[in-house]
T-cell receptor, first 112, second 110 residues
Framework: SQTIHQWPATLVQPVGSPLSLECTVEGTSNPNLYWYRQAAGRGLQLLFY??????ISSEVPQNLSASRPQDRQFILSSKKLLLSDSGFYLC???????????FGDGTRLSIL | GQNIDQPTEMTATEGAIVQINCTYQTSGFNGLFWYQQHAGEAPTFLSYNVLDGLEEKGRFSSFLSRSKGYSYLLLKELQMKDSASYLC???????????FGSGTQLTVLP
């Protein structure tokens, strides 16, 4: 069966510091991969999605970036975090873009 | 763009039935999903509707009417553990982008 791993579970970072969140999927090949952010009490906002290695689509302009160095690895990065980057970051995968997305456990990011 | 509306909060009693409605306006509809999200946790997939009608999965059922831009999630025999936020999400357009509603916070009372 397929599993998705996301780490770390929680992270506290100072403003202006870099960020790297990692997500890996097991048990499937060539998944569609997604990064979402959920602000407290709000809905999920799609940040990036990828249909293959090196293919990244950005949905919202921001100081975040994403990379897919391997088929089942998706990384969310920032060179300098802002206070507004605080939130719950979720990685998800699906077989195709029309199929249900399945989420990792999420990373709760607090910026101080 | 897409617009998804669902009630912010609902309350129901243990053992009862509750219906959570979702309306959407979109072009190029490709499907509708329901997710459950407990506080502090990631969403988990509940159901998927692409054609009109009712999909049943145990205590949970989901209905879709594409002509009306309307769906509902029906939860039967409510349990305390069903207290959670229920997210309606629509996939649409040539880019097949999934857009989530803000969620309905369901509280189940004893």
């Amino acid at each position: 069966s397929q599993t998705i791993h996301q780490w770390p579970a929680t992270l506290v970072q100072p403003v202006g510091s870099p960020l790297s969140l990692e997500c890996t999927v097991e048990g499937t090949s060539n998944p569609n991969l997604y990064w979402y952010r959920q602000a407290a009490g709000r809905g999920l906002q799609l940040l990036f999605y990828s249909v293959g290695i090196g293919q990244i689509s950005s949905e919202v302009p921001q100081n975040l970036s994403a990379s897919r160095p391997q088929d089942r690895q998706f990384i969310l990065s920032s060179k300098k975090l802002l206070l507004s980057d605080s939130g719950f970051y979720l990685c998800a995968w699906s077989v195709t873009r029309n199929q249900p997305q399945h989420f990792g456990d999420g990373t709760r990011l607090s910026i101080l | 763009g897409q617009n998804i509306d669902q009630p912010t909060e609902m309350t129901a009693t243990e053992g009862a039935i509750v219906q959570i409605n979702c309306t959407y306006q979109t072009s190029g509809f490709n499907g509708l999903f329901w997710y459950q999200q407990h506080a502090g946790e990631a969403p988990t997939f509940l159901s998927y509707n692409v054609l009109d009608g009712l999909e049943e999965k145990g205590r949970f059922s989901s209905f879709l009417s594409r002509s009306k831009g309307y769906s509902y999630l029906l939860l039967k025999e409510l349990q305390m553990k069903d207290s959670a936020s229920y997210l309606c999400a629509v996939i649409a357009g040539s880019a097949r982008q999934l857009t989530f509603g803000s969620g309905t916070q369901l509280t189940v009372l004893p």
